[in-house]
Structure formats: C-alpha cells, structure tokens
C-alpha cells in the first residue's frame, strides 16, 4: 500500500482539512508497485443495515460490495456476518496527469503531482444506464461549474412529463452541486440527490459520485486535464513476486457469453504481460468464476 508520511502527508492534510483527503490518496513514485489500497472489513450489528448502506459509509460502490460478497443477501445480512470491504485495486493503468475512468469497476482514478510526488485518487462512481452507456475514449474536462442547472433530457421528459425543462440548483437536482463538463456535450462527472445510484448503471451517460467525493475531485481537477474512458473488467498486476488479477462482472455480455470473454482477456493479458508461465489455472479459473472485484492471488 502506499501511504503518504512525514511533511506530505501535514500538507495533505492541512489541504484537506482532515484526514478523508489522505486516506484516498495513494503515492506512485515505485513504478514496481500497482496494487493501492488496504482491504477492510466490518462486523454486522444491526438487523437493519443493508449493503447499500454499508457502501455509503465506507465511500465504495454498491457494486463493487456486492460483488465481493456474493453469498451475502445485500438487503438482510445476517447479524454478526463479517462483511468484505473491498477497498483494495489494481491500478488498471498509469498515467501522467488527469483522469482514468474504468466502467466495468464503476471507478475512476486520479493521477496528480504534488511537490514533484506522483499520486493517484480513487473514487466509486455510477455509469451509463443500458442504452445511455458512457462513451469510451479520450476526452478532457472542458469546464467547471459550481451550482449547475439540469437541462432535462427529452428521453427523461417523455418517460416523466411532469419534470420541467431546467431544474434549478437544491436538493431535487440530480447533479449535486459540482460539474466536471466533458468535452463532449452533455456529459460530465457530477455528484447527486440520490446516493444509492453509486455503483449502478443509473445515468444517461454522465459519471456519478457520492457528493462529498466529487467536491473533492472538482477542487484539484484543472479545465483542459485528460479523462480517459476505459471499459477494462480484467486487470493482472505482478507484485512482490506474485501474480494478481482482479476480475469484475462484464454488464456488456449475457451470462452466457460473459465466462469466456472474461477468460480470453484473462490469458490475452496474462500473456501479454508474460506472466501466464507463473499463473496456476485453477486458481484462475476460480477468480475468473468468483469475479469479487478484489485482487486474487492466483501464482503457482
């Protein structure tokens, strides 16, 4: 894991007002090193508490939660059940400055540099409804706005007519009080009135965050910074001499395709990487079943 130390991590600290800046932030100066983060977990004591829930209070996506406990009823965990907090990733790729953007995690990460440090943030984020997917590519941020009004699409209007035109600023606005426009028209990173939509498939294309996260993201964000738009379920990573994958549920093939897609990237990168000669197949086979979304260690 990396962790910020010494006068770094004052300043951050100082910058952040707290240590919730800290704690998401991550140092990238060993290029050896791909894997951030530590996994958590948390002890279930109230007949009440759900998945979602448990999501929101530890900042991560309901999907990446459910995916790491699959066995696991999100709406009725049984009290006193350990539940996997999955706050553990495999940098899917590096870049020099600005924004990542990986759909099939529902995550996006920001590359920075602070006092000739390299860094990386990491948020959960929703995505592109089924038939409003959120385009792949390489954009950048064309502006900000604090306070933005939401244009309602006509789509939205048809389906609920009694939505005017322009919803104004406040608590019904579905766009929080931050927006990142992309330098395509009407998408952008923005946060929201519903917290719940992090880590679905709930929007017509734009990037959703819990609204504390993208205050965050829009304070450091720069007009003109990279974002970049990957659709990436599979990820492999070699560190302290052994092999990891990470592997999240491809929405963009039916079940009965979606096992042998997941395997072919799986070995395309694997190989491609010249790791496949350490990897044991059972191992594989599991992860690439089990899909938890966490990194797996699947060496000989």
């Known amino acids: 894991m990396y962790n910020l130390t010494g006068a770094v991590l004052s300043i951050f600290l100082l910058l952040a007002g707290g240590n919730t800046f800290a704690a998401g932030t991550f140092s990238l100066n060993d290029p050896s090193r791909q ?103 390489t954009l950048h ?14 789509h939205i209007r048809d389906e609920y007519p009694h939505l005017p035109a322009l919803v104004q600023p406040g608590p019904d606005n579905p766009l929080g009080k931050y927006w990142l426009q992309l330098s395509i028209r009407g998408y952008g990173i923005h946060g929201n009135n519903i917290a719940y939509s992090v880590g679905h498939r709930a929007s ?48 963009n093939e039916d079940n009965i395709t979606k096992g042998d897609v997941l395997s072919e990237l799986a070995f395309k990168k694997l190989s491609g990487k010249g790791l496949l000669k350490y990897v044991d197949t059972g191992l594989l086979n599991s992860a690439i079943k089990e899909a938890t979304g966490l990194p797996t260690v699947i060496s000989k």
């Open 35 to 137: 894997i951030i983060g530590v996994e958590q977990s948390y002890k279930v004591t109230d007949k009440e508490d759900t998945l979602h829930d448990i999501a929101i209070a530890y900042g991560i996506g309901y999907n990446s939660i459910v995916s790491a406990n699959s066995s696991v009823d999100p709406w009725l965990p049984d009290v006193g059940s350990t539940i996997r907090i999955p706050t553990r990733w495999i940098i899917p790729e590096f870049l020099n400055e600005g924004i990542l953007i990986n759909l099939a995690e529902m995550r996006l990460y920001f590359f920075f540099k602070f006092k000739d440090h390299k860094f990386v943030k990491t948020f959960p984020i929703g995505v592109g409804d089924e038939g409003y997917s959120t385009p792949v590519g």
């Open 141 to 154: 941020v064309a502006g900000k706005v604090v306070n933005p009004v939401w244009k309602v699409p006509q």
């Open 204 to 251: 017509s294309g734009c990037i959703r965050m819990y609204n504390d996260q993208v205050e965050n993201l829009f304070e450091y964000v720069k007009v003109n910074d990279i974002v970049k738009i990957i659709y990436e379920p599979v990820k492999v990573a070699k560190q302290d001499n052994k092999v990891y994958i990470e592997v999240h549920n491809n929405y």
